[in-house]
């Protein structure tokens, strides 16, 4: 079993940032993508970045150049750094592991609210 928890949600002003973190625990070994996903109220969850084990990553187009996803292995951590934010972004950001995107194993979620 995998625990996701994420930390570092907020509110902030249009133009802000945030850091999101996601600490993994448990049998990580089986987790070799990871990524964010977000659900902004009334639409369906999305696909914000991924990262695999190797370092690789994928990002939606709406947060290119805006937003950098990144893993700490030794730790088992992971961060999606969020710049020039938009008040779309505005959304309940999730954080992901597993062997696909979208894997098997989900946090509970953080709320970040980008205001005007």
């Known amino acids: 079993q995998v625990q996701l928890v994420e930390s570092g949600g907020g509110l902030v002003q249009a133009g802000g940032s945030l850091r999101l973190s996601c600490a993994a625990s448990?049998?990580?070994?089986?987790?070799?993508?990871m990524g964010w996903y977000r659900q902004a109220p009334g639409k369906q969850r999305e696909l914000v970045a991924v990262?695999?084990?190797?370092?690789?990553?994928t990002y939606a187009n709406s947060v290119k150049g805006r937003f950098t996803i990144s893993r700490d292995n030794a730790k088992n951590m992971m961060y999606l750094q969020m710049n020039s934010l938009k008040p779309e972004d505005t959304a309940v950001y999730f954080c992901?592991?597993?062997?696909?995107?979208?894997?098997?194993?989900w946090g509970q979620g953080t709320q970040v609210t980008v205001s005007t």
């Open positions: 992901n592991g597993g062997s696909t995107f979208a894997g098997r194993y």
């Open positions: 990262i695999t084990s190797g370092g690789s990553t």
């Open positions: 448990g049998s990580i070994r089986s987790i070799t993508v």
